[in-house]
């Protein structure tokens, strides 16, 4: 039953559940730090949100990040998720 299907997550954007591997991973380290992970990979609670600039600013602006986590998320997580939208994810 669809065993091999991409998993969907959450986009904390749009809310929209959307297959994983069009989304990007914000991952909360077990030290508290909050990292963008593009590999998917790292340890830790991860949210994820569209590889859209909509998504990125509506998830900035409404908080969800930050309550996804529980903590602030830092100014230079947005910029640097800007930065990874614009290099197409790679
Ligand atoms: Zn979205």
Redesign the pocket.
Known sequence: MGAKKTPARM?V??R?M?PKNTLIRIVKTPEGDIKTDPTGKLNGRGAY??K?SE?LKRAQKSGALSRAFGTAIPEEIFTQLEKELSDGGQ
């Open positions: 986009c954007g749009c929209e959307k949100i569209c859209a998504c």
